[in-house]
């Protein structure tokens, strides 16, 4: 439901644009040394916990891992998580002297 009208009409989202799940891009080819690999993308939601969701993931993973077949293992090749949780992304102006 994308808004409700003073009388209750319902406007749902179908009625005014498309929801479809599909990749990015569907032409991508992903290689790790060379050997063909599949490739995951996590994107951060607003308002999430950063630090608590990569190490939630991170967990999951070397869980699932235990189960994998031998000629199969898994890497984090490129993780863009903070390495600090003190790490501030916050910038502010200097404050005007006169």
Request: charged share 30%; glycine share 6%; proline share 5%.
């Amino acid at each position: 439901m994308v808004k409700t009208g003073g009388d209750g009409q319902i406007v749902r989202l179908r009625d005014v644009g498309r929801v479809e799940l599909a990749a990015r891009s569907q032409d991508v080819s992903n290689f790790l040394d060379d050997m063909s690999s599949a490739g995951i993308r996590v994107f951060r939601l607003p308002g999430s916990n950063t630090l608590a969701t990569a190490a939630r993931i991170k967990a999951k993973m070397q869980e699932l891992s235990e189960q994998f077949p031998d000629d199969v293992d898994y890497r984090i090749v490129y993780d863009t998580t903070p390495t600090s949780p003190n790490r501030s992304t916050r910038c502010s102006r200097p404050s005007a002297t006169r």
